[in-house]
């Protein structure tokens, strides 16, 4: 099983490794980091705190590709500027659902760097302020904080009482959850949310961590006795 595990995981390690996507970095060590800390280590603050300091000091002296200088040259900035400067324009509505380009156009804007055509500003969240304003943003955000909080403390109540199979389940379940957190860390650099793949996988993802949330088993010695 473990070979066969391996050997199916090796084209999503490879692209991982050598795609060089700093965006995919983040969401995968985001994800893992994030299930660690809430829902399988429970660590103390002091090792919990390790992770962040050690990404600090790659991003000093690490590999010129997630170093600081990289960062600050990253063309992403110019077109958060002009998403930000959408979101000015049109603050509580914004300029429409995939509407970015359109709407930096209209203020007589143009990215520097970018292709004048690009049709979103690499940040889902800064999306969602330029297209649907302060309403739209807060209805997202909302739904991703509750789905996100709600199936967390599900999965901890699981691990904590279940045994057996059902402890495998919420194991299991737990991995998914830390799925759709890289997908919500992902987000940060990168994507289109209207963009067909990016947003089938994240919300898949969501929807198996919603479903194994949902009939989870609670398999305690407690049931068993009662049973």
């Not at 930096?104 to 004048?116: R, S, T, Y």
């Not at 309403?135 to 199936?151: E, L, P």
């Not at 999965?155 to 194991?171: E, M, P, V």
């Not at 949330?213 to 010695?221: A, E, F, Q, V, Y």
Request: with cysteine; net charge positive.
């Amino acid at each position: 099983r473990l070979v066969l595990a391996c050997l199916m995981l090796l084209p999503a390690l490879h692209l991982l490794i050598f795609a060089q996507s700093r965006s995919g970095y983040l969401g995968f060590l985001g994800g893992l980091y994030c299930l660690w800390v809430f829902l399988l280590g429970r660590p103390a603050i002091r090792w919990a705190l390790l992770p962040p300091l050690a990404g600090v000091l790659l991003v000093f002296f690490g590999p010129r590709r997630i170093s600081l200088e990289a960062a600050l040259q990253d063309q992403r900035w110019d077109l958060w500027r002009l998403a930000w400067r959408v979101f000015e324009s049109r603050p509580w509505f914004g300029a429409g659902a995939g509407a970015y380009n359109p709407g930096f156009k209209a203020l007589g804007l143009l990215p520097v760097a970018e292709d004048p055509a690009i049709q979103h500003p690499h940040n889902i969240y800064l999306q969602f302020l330029s297209d649907t304003g302060v309403v739209g943003f807060t209805i997202a955000m909302t739904f991703f904080a509750t789905m996100t909080v709600w199936s967390a403390l599900r999965i901890r109540s699981g691990l904590k009482h279940a045994a057996g199979d059902a402890l495998r389940h919420w194991q299991l379940t737990a991995f998914f959850w830390a799925g759709w957190v890289c997908y919500l860390f992902n987000a940060i650099g990168a994507h289109d949310y209207y963009r067909t793949w990016w947003l089938a996988l994240a919300m898949t993802l969501l929807g198996i961590l919603l479903g194994g949330c949902m009939t989870g088993p609670n398999d305690t010695s407690t049931d068993k006795a009662h049973a």
